[in-house]
């Protein structure tokens, strides 16, 4: 869900699913009865389109200001059961072109698959990570949090209804079904005519809050709308993830052998 | 002055009266604010460049003390049962509030990050405990391939896992310890657990010095009413002589109190110096009153205090004065706590005055005095001639006085040149005692319990990343733990890029090793940000690769294994230098150090200084410089032997023990005002220099061996304590005493004699 909140993008299988969901959901609408896995699955089914290119901006700030300032390019794409992501870096210069590909799938419990070239050694790498919970590339943002994460793995409650900077958003509450899942629960600020997650709080294992996600600015790109700014914030570190999005292209037809090993060593 | 006094002395009942109140005020506010200070990063001075320095590498590195709790099963620690109680130990230390999660570290929270055909394998070393013996036998494995944890979470032998739990530097306290103590216990089965690390030590430290001395002053306090009861042989004179102690010290701790300066580890002392100083007052007052009333049995109580006073006003004034300014010249230390034990001994010093010139004779007005029965009259008469006698033999011995003197002098110069400082913590405790055990077990196991950390700050940004600084930074660690059998280990950016290289070359050995390419070495760390956990990182090196920081763990935290490591680093200073490098040194332990150091250097500043103002102000107040002169002989010579036993005992200098030098100047002036301020009475009385001798030998003399008696007689009780500090300080106490007697009464009286002081323009 999350990952349509920040990596947009969309696929076959799901628009299938979104027009089952709005029909169903026009029948629950019309009932004035709409759910909390309701909301939670029309997010995770908004639609982002095919294909996204765009230059990714992450600025990494410690608890006593330092900041770090990670430029990278990225594409991905969604295969339908599948989504293949492939990232450049382009900044710092000593890691130019280091390229990072992942592919993730729907498939309950299987791992995404990871390689990774670093061009001063001249070799892929495959990476294999047992958790989910990894920090993804020394952020605030776990793999799990960028991920998709199945709206049926959590129990969800709509707590209440309330404004956010002029938009009225539902308020929902997700407890995962699995135990010992890093997060006890987490809080979701979601539009409501749009479908979009405005802001997100995540809490550990001991209940405290852990991090709040903040949802700064969208655009519409063709028809889709695009988070383009969001800030991850570890309010127990006082670390914060600023990830910014320019240059957002949809749908503009990359090819699929864009996202193959040979790829990532030729380089941008 | 004494004018003032006889006026003020017409109400006796009313100075007890109001002395009683206002010290009762004292004692009210000092019960309602008083605050022991265990935090002792309190104790350093805050805008000191060391400690700056390291208290800002300590906020960049994340540097915290740890406390190290092992885990031991001698059947190995490859069990399911062993396995569970790490993984649920480290869960439940990870949720007690003076904890964070985050800052728990054991073989369950550590990353494998494992080098295989096709890549990188990043992964737990396991989540799940395993149960089955295929499953162990693959941890073990795992374990045994991993230098980042292998010999450092998991013993060499296999017997022994540790889990660290680094906590902040105020959090401690016996509660905390006693918890962890429990919850550890709670575990112990087939497996023995042990609590250890710095926290545990200086902790258990700051309580239990204070704690040892709370049960000993009483006993202290009761020897010397014992003694005080013996050489007075007055029960009145004994407890008005205590009286004087016991209010200087309320007065001393109620004015800190009010002023909500808390009680500092140093503070113990100045009870300390209170009792050795305050009771000196009250044996020469009461002492002289013997000697009036054995040439006057008859005499009022009012001719006695009147005698007294005029006899031992400026005596008592001289003493106190020139001490006081012995403890104030402590004001010039940098450390605050000093300072403070400075400034509140001076005030205690002065207050004592007051007690001995108003109290002492209020309450002999009020209560009368001892009549002496004839027999013990005769008895003291009888010691006459010893005083006499010794006298003689001072004279008569000189060449043997002098040469004597010369010697121990010189053996105790050569004993200072042996002196070493300790900023040790561990080793103030009982070789026997579970601290120091429980520490040993755990250094022979792993590298070692003590750190220091090594900042190395480049000129740029990113330049911790090059080749050439790595690779030093590998040859230096190398070296570092090649040459030096106290350093366990060393960790540091290089041991990260070293496994990163070996992991990305499918694990073979000959990758372990630091690329040569800067770009390589970005990527590698770029590759651990994106699948380790980057917080670790940021324990070795900070955000903008500009400054590293290299952990060397030693074995012990004596301030020799600290001085040697550092020595042996400096040795690549220059090396560093050409590569736009600077070295510098942080951490608790080297915090330790300098703070040691610092302390040592303002005590011996103002030892110095001390000396030289009081050698002014005896000059003044006897009108001849060579009186100031001769005065100050006892003080050098107690402070030179003080010093020169230690060096040859071996007794390290250390916060506490460096501070007992301040006695030699409190104590040495005190005899050596007294006996000549006799002397010069005497030589003006009589003209005869052999009378004079005789009778300053029996008047001060007689009050200087009392008053050493007392207070050696109370403070070698302190050689029970249980606590080794404590010993030091009752031992070298007693020591000081006993040089500052000795020193005047021999070659300071022989001093005098042969000088013709007081007799020369006869």
Known sequence: MLKSMINPDTSGKKFTIVLMAVLMMGAALSAQEITGLKIIENVYNRDTGEDQTADLTMSLINSRGDERVREIKQYLKDFGKMEKKIMFFVAPADVYNTSFMNWSYDEEGKDDDQWIYLPALKRVKRISSDSKSDYFMGSDFTYDDLGDRQPSADTHKILREEEIEGEMCYVVESIPKEEEYIYSKTITWIIQDKWIGKKKEFYDEDGDLLKTLTVKEFKKVKDFLIITLSEMHNVQSDHKTIMKLENVKIDSGIADNKFTERMMKRGM | MERMLNKLIRFPKTIIVVLLLITIAFFMVMKKNSRMETDLDEYMPQDHPAFVYSDEMKEVFDIKDGIIIAIENEAGIYQTETLQKIKDLTKALGKMDEIEKSDVTSLYTADNIIGTEEGLDVKAFYKRVPKIAEDLAELRKSVRSND???????????????????????????????EILTLVKSYEGNEKLYVAGSPIVEGTMALLGP????????????????????????????????????????????????????????????????IAIGVADGIHLYSHLDLFLQKNPNATRKEAVSDMLKGMWKPVVMTSVTTSVGFFSLLTSEVFPIKYFGLFTAFGVTAAMLFSLLLIPAGILVFGFTKRKPGIEKKSLNKIPFAYKFANGVIKYKTVTLLLTIIIVAVSLFGITKVWINSSFLEKFEDDSDIVLTDKFINEH???????????????????????????????????????????????????????????HEDKEEFDLIPDSQELNAQYLLLYEMSGDPENLWKVVD??????????????????????????????????????????????????????????????????????????????????FLAGLIGSVPIVITAVIGFGVMGLMNIPLSTTTALISSIAIGIGIDYAVHFIERYKIYASETSD??????????????????????????????????????????ALVSLNMFTSFLGTVTIMYLLLYKTNLFFGKK
């Open chain 2, 148 to 178: 980042m944890v292998f010999g450092r979470l998991v013993s060499d032998d296999e017997t022994v896992s540790v889990i660290i739990a680094e906590i902040e530097d105020d959090v401690f306290t016996q509660k905390f310890y006693n």
């Open chain 2, 211 to 274: 704690k040892d001395m709370k049960k000993m002053v009483p006993l202290v306090i009761l020897v010397i009413i014992l003694v005080l009861l013996f050489v007075l042989k007055s029960f009145k004179n004994t407890i008005f002589t205590l009286l004087v102690v016991l209010f200087s010290v309320i007065w001393a701790f109620g004015l800190m109190a009010f002023f909500k300066i808390p009680i500092y580890a140093v503070s113990t002392m100045i009870p300390v110096m209170l």
């Open chain 2, 446 to 504: 792993f590298g070692g319990t003590s750190t220091l950390n090594v900042i190395l700050d480049a000129d740029e940004n990113g330049k911790i990343k090059s080749p050439e600084i790595l690779k030093l930074i590998d040859e230096m660690q190398q070296k570092v733990d090649s040459e030096l059998q106290i350093v366990g280990n060393t960790f540091s950016l290089a041991d990260y890029l070293k496994r990163m290289n070996k992991v990305m």
């Open chain 2, 543 to 624: 955000y903008d690769y500009k400054t590293a920081n290299v952990t060397i763990q030693l074995k012990s935290d004596n301030s020799k294994a600290i001085n040697s490591a550092i020595a042996e680093v400096e040795k690549f200073r220059a090396e560093f230098q050409k590569l736009g490098v600077k070295i510098n040194f942080a951490g608790s332990g080297y915090k330790a150090l300098v703070f040691t150091d610092l302390i040592l250097e303002g005590q011996i500043k103002s030892l110095v200084m001390s000396l030289f103002i009081i050698i002014i102000l005896l000059s003044l107040m006897f009108k001849y």
């Open chain 2, 689 to 730: 220099k052999q009378k004079t001798m005789k009778e300053t030998m029996h008047h001060s003399g007689r009050a200087i061996i009392f008053n050493a008696t007392v207070v050696i007689a109370g403070f070698l009780v302190l050689l029970f304590s249980v606590f080794p500090p404590n010993r030091s300080l009752g």
